[in-house]
Structures are given as structure tokens and as C-alpha cells.
């Protein structure tokens, strides 16, 4: 079973930037088909953030951060990264990577992933 191991977040600034990191241990992403950030705020529902097909490479965001932040992955380090720009006070919360294999329509649902990391908090202060 693949572990994830989330890191890379911290306390910054409105308009910092934040990179986060994905590592997996005890198996690989190419097991999967897709690995995915989503973001929880205590009392929300989780929100899907961005996600990346990990063969091909194909990404997709959400509205709220598409022209923020960017997904990509290193297949030789067996990573991925959410890079976030332009960081805004609604960023805020943990972030979590996770794998799995949704189809197409699917890929923002987090039931459709298996296995999750444990978390990194985003703080972003005005």
C-alpha cells in the first residue's frame, strides 16, 4: 500500500508563494491513474484543488485557483508538486494529496481516491 507524505507548507504573506510536494513511499504513482490536492478548511467540506494524469501528464485546476497555481509531477523522483502563486487569504487550510483512478468525469471527486496523505497547513495572512 503506497503512503503519502505531503510538505512544503507554512505560514506567508497575501500574494507569497508556496510550493508543496508529494512524495510517495512503499509503491508508486504510476500504480494510479491520477494524483490529485485537494484542500479542507475545519467545518467545510473538502475542495477539490488540482489534479494530474500521471502518465500522460494532463492536468486540470479548479476555477477558484486555475490561473494560481500549477500541478506537475517528477517521474524519475516519483513526486508531485502544486506550485501556488499569488497566494490569497481563501487559500488557507490543509492541503492533502491523494491517488487514485477516476474516470474523466470523476477526477475532481474525492471518493474516487484511495489513499491519502496526512496534511500540510497553508496559512496565508493579509
Known amino acids: 500500500q503506497v503512503q503519502l507524505v505531503e510538505s512544503g507548507g507554512g505560514l506567508v504573506q497575501t500574494g507569497d508563494s508556496l510550493r508543496l510536494s508529494c512524495r510517495a513511499s512503499?509503491?508508486?504513482?504510476?500504480?494510479?491513474?491520477?494524483v490529485a490536492w485537494f484542500r479542507q478548511i475545519p467545518g467545510k467540506d473538502r475542495e477539490f484543488v488540482a489534479a494530474?494524469?500521471?502518465?500522460?501528464?494532463?492536468?486540470v485546476s479548479a476555477d477558484s485557483v486555475k490561473d494560481r497555481f500549477t500541478v506537475s509531477r517528477d517521474t524519475a523522483e516519483n513526486m508531485v508538486f502544486l506550485q501556488m502563486n499569488t497566494l490569497k487569504s481563501e487559500d488557507t487550510a490543509v492541503y492533502y494529496c491523494a491517488v487514485g483512478s477516476p474516470g474523466i468525469s470523476s477526477v475532481r471527486d474525492g471518493n474516487f481516491y484511495n489513499t491519502w496523505g496526512q496534511g500540510t497547513q497553508v496559512t496565508v495572512s493579509s
Open positions: 494530474i494524469n500521471w502518465r500522460g501528464g494532463y492536468s
Open positions: 512503499g509503491g508508486t504513482f504510476s500504480s494510479y491513474g491520477a
